[in-house]
């Protein structure tokens, strides 16, 4: 027997799907670019742009910046590294830490790369006021920070 779902459920169902649809559009929007100009998936452009204004980082810290698992990680350095733009060293004080550098070349790829996607970003965004844009901001943060919360307890 199926029950009915709560106005609760419904309404929390709905406005996920809604999250879901214009997060997905939009990464769409925003990736096509990079990849047709300039040949960087959306993880590359992440591992580029967190280096670019973060400097160089334990691999560990750069998951934990880019939200992604440390196979999914090495693979995506993997590719940089062939080509030229990151490169992995040992930490001098603990050889079981590898620190990510970002490399001339690679840092060639982000300073061309990335105006494009934050103009990319910008015009996007222009669909909503600045101020539901700060307000869409908090509430993200509200969102995420309540989900690491639950998933902690």
Not at 91 to 110: F, S
Request: proline fraction near 4%; glycine fraction near 8%; hydrophobic fraction near 35%.
């Amino acid at each position: 027997m199926r029950t009915r779902p709560s106005p609760a459920h419904l309404l929390a169902l709905s406005t996920f799907v809604k999250l879901r649809r214009a997060v997905n559009t939009l990464g769409a929007r925003l990736n096509a670019p990079m990849l047709r100009n300039h040949d960087l998936t959306e993880s590359q452009l992440g591992v580029l742009e967190a280096l670019y204004h973060l400097g160089p980082m334990p691999q560990t810290r750069l998951c934990g910046k880019l939200l992604v698992s440390g196979s999914n990680l090495v693979t995506v350095l993997d590719n940089l590294e062939k080509r030229g733009w990151v490169r992995r060293e040992r930490d001098r004080d603990d050889r079981r830490v590898q620190i990510v550098n970002l490399t001339g070349r690679g840092r060639q790829v982000i300073v061309q790369a990335f105006p494009q996607h934050a103009d990319n970003i910008t015009e996007l965004l222009g669909a909503l006021t600045h101020e539901e844009q700060k307000q869409l901001g908090r509430l993200c943060r509200k969102l995420g920070l309540a989900a690491r919360q639950q998933e902690s307890s």
